[in-house]
């Protein structure tokens, strides 16, 4: 799957959205940690699927860095900036928030990550399907996402990564076994979403794009999903 479109990414797809959150998390922190590196930022707002995963590592040994939010649960750029240290592995800041709905600067966050040679990753969950997610924009790492949250079918999540962060390539961890395992429930469940797209009154519309998406092997009856959409433009039909 990760050579089907000519794109600079690595896909992996999970059971689910907060798999695609823990296999970031763990992965990019192993890597970290390999590199003397055992210091992660996030914000106190993040989804449990992020939260939980942070607390895990904790009793690993590594040092979390919980970021505060304004009124309107945005996370301050610049106290992203000043949370970063020589030993920082990875920051993680949700796109959208669960809860309350508020967009987050990622973009922002995801340039001072790059100066300061920090992983980058954001939990886009709440985000695809509602709002443009252009990945070459934002300038991320790396990005979960789940297909339920955009009428596509349950228990099936995508994490992309950048190939560029040889995390996801090298890296021969259990989290990474994990997603490999996952992924064969997934190929029947996407099989049986391309079933009921071609059953579909609204078939022939959406057939073109269905061909494209299928070498992904990810679609659904409303929005259809292709990784060559994710990286040159929305992905929104």
Do not use: W
Request: hydrophobic content about 40%; aromatic content about 4%.
């Amino acid at each position: 799957l990760s050579h089907c479109h000519p794109c600079p990414l690595q896909k992996y797809f999970t059971g689910g959205g907060s798999e695609a959150d823990n296999q970031a998390l763990l992965t990019a922190a192993e890597i970290g940690a390999r590199k003397g590196k055992k210091h992660i930022i996030s914000d106190v707002i993040e989804h449990h699927a992020i939260l939980h995963s942070l607390k895990r590592l904790e009793k690993m040994g590594y040092e979390v860095t919980l970021l505060p939010v304004d009124g309107e649960g945005r996370v301050d750029p610049e106290s992203v900036r000043k949370a970063i240290r020589p030993d920082t592995a990875l920051v993680s800041i949700m796109m959208a928030n669960n809860e309350i709905g508020t967009i987050e600067p990622v973009k922002e966050i995801a340039a001072i990550c790059r100066e300061n040679g920090v992983l980058f990753h954001t939990d886009a969950v709440q985000a695809v399907g509602h709002i443009p997610v252009n990945v070459k924009d934002i300038g991320c790492d790396m990005l979960s996402l789940a297909g339920h949250k955009f009428h596509g079918p349950k228990g099936v999540g995508v994490l992309y990564a950048r190939k560029s962060a040889s995390a996801f390539t090298s890296a021969r961890s259990q989290t990474a076994r994990g997603v490999a395992a996952a992924s064969n429930g997934t190929a029947q469940r996407c099989s049986r979403a391309m079933v009921a797209v071609s059953a579909s009154p609204r078939a022939p519309k959406y057939r073109a794009a269905c061909a494209r998406s299928i070498c992904s092997g990810f679609s659904t009856g409303r929005v259809l999903l292709c990784p060559s959409c994710i990286c040159g433009s929305s992905l929104l039909f």
